[in-house]
């Protein structure tokens, strides 16, 4: 369940609570995955269960269904959710599946390269970077110890900006102390990929001079322009023919429509995505909603971005209509009003953009690192997690970062 639909569930709950609707939600996990910190789990800073919500207690606590099982197809002419457990008919469906790993066909992604996209990825590479360096405290070969320590991370996005700054605080300020065998200066190197010609693409080239300063402190190698032909075992190729050997190899690239939706007989962009109209119904329908990184919706001549805080804002306009639709009353338009972007840049430091009325206002340092903080504390769902985060981030700031390549 991608952070959408668990922001929708919670805003049904005020305005159709469970006595008065039978509502069902459909996952194929559990808990709900707080994707925006995923990369703390793959360097350490949180554990698992700091940025996982169990699903079962949202609808529980709602009066709401929820079912585990694998969603097959949406049959809209039939009005039938298939799943791997049997059909399940419906008034009114949101789709909110979210998206997937986009390898864009290169050979090698799957098999030699790690994702970061659900929590088991997260857990790979924090085990991933602790055995790299576990083997490379005992290895005598030079060589072999170098590239042991040396790591690739394909994607200069937000997730590959973030896990790279992350992973040299790992690297600084916990594994140098526990591992006094490695030459840091000289073993360790850190690559970070991207096709494009700047780093953050998306975001305001503000942003993406600032985490470009910041990722050059911290002696991160970024190259640009650098267009990935094919991944290796421990090998990385590029279409401009360089080679890079790394022992640990992350894919950061991009996303994908999720495949569900290539089974709902609807309109679609041309990324694949359910075209949906400003009540976020999908081709005017009052059956089908849609919202996040599965909805198309115009603004300004062009799809929203796939990002979270898209898909949160989109989940409570949707949650509106689905109780406006079901008491047989009139969707209203959805109005999007951008936030700005957020990109954290490692220890006490981070990068933001402010949206304003008119322009936007881009701050960095400190004073960007709290907003950032504030900001993602406050998107958890539960007084919980909450807590747990913010104990966390105080734990692994002050003690140290989990290192143990264990569960």
């Not at 910190?37 to 793959?42: H, P």
């Not at 030459?183 to 080239?205: G, K």
């Not at 939706?261 to 990324?271: G, M, R, S």
């Amino acid at each position: 369940m991608r952070v959408g639909g668990l922001h929708l569930i919670r805003a049904l709950e005020h305005r159709l609570p469970g006595k008065a609707v039978d509502l069902t939600l459909v996952d194929r996990q559990n808990y709900h995955l707080f994707t925006p910190l995923l990369y703390q789990v793959a360097t350490g800073e949180l554990p698992p269960h700091a940025v996982a919500y169990p699903l079962r207690l949202a609808t529980a606590l709602a009066g709401y269904r929820f079912i585990q099982t694998e969603i097959e197809a949406i049959d809209v002419e039939r009005h039938v959710v298939r799943t791997a457990d049997g059909d399940l008919p419906y008034d009114h469906v949101v789709v909110a599946p979210g998206s997937v790993t986009n390898d864009y066909g290169i050979p090698g992604v799957a098999e030699h390269a790690v994702a970061m996209k659900w929590l088991a990825d997260g857990e790979a590479v924090r085990k991933r970077v602790i055995r790299a360096f576990e083997d490379a405290a005992i290895e005598s070969d030079a060589a072999k110890r170098k590239q042991d320590l040396t790591f690739v991370l394909i994607g200069a996005g937000p997730v590959g900006v973030e896990l790279a700054s992350s992973l040299r605080d790992l690297m600084d300020h916990t594994l140098r102390r526990i591992y006094p065998t490695v030459d840091f200066e000289r073993d360790v190197t850190i690559h970070l990929l991207d096709a494009a010609d700047r780093v953050l693409p998306s975001f305001d080239p503000r942003l993406g001079r600032i985490a470009m300063k910041r990722l050059e402190q911290q002696k991160i190698r970024v190259l640009l322009k650098a267009a990935v032909s094919e991944i290796r075992p421990g090998l990385v190729r590029t279409k401009e023919g360089a080679e890079l050997r790394a022992r640990t190899i992350v894919w950061s690239a991009g996303v994908k429509t999720n495949p569900l939706l290539a089974t709902i007989d609807l309109p679609k962009a041309k990324d694949g995505r359910l075209l949906v109209d400003a009540r976020l119904r999908a081709d005017g329908r009052d059956d089908v909603l849609s919202l996040g990184d599965a909805a198309a919706f115009d603004y300004q001549g062009r799809p929203l971005p796939q990002l979270a805080q898209v898909a949160v804002m989109e989940a409570k306009a949707a949650a509106r209509n689905v109780a406006a639709l079901v008491r047989g009353q009139p969707a209203v338009p959805y109005v999007y009003r951008r936030k700005g972007d957020l990109i954290a840049l490692g220890r006490t430091n981070a990068g933001a953009e402010l949206a304003l009325v008119r322009g936007s206002v881009v701050m960095s340092g400190l004073p960007a690192w709290t907003v950032w903080r504030g900001n993602y504390l406050l998107q958890l769902l539960g007084v919980r997690n909450r807590a747990t985060l913010l104990m966390e981030w105080v734990l692994s700031y002050f003690s140290g970062r989990l290192v143990a390549d264990a569960p």
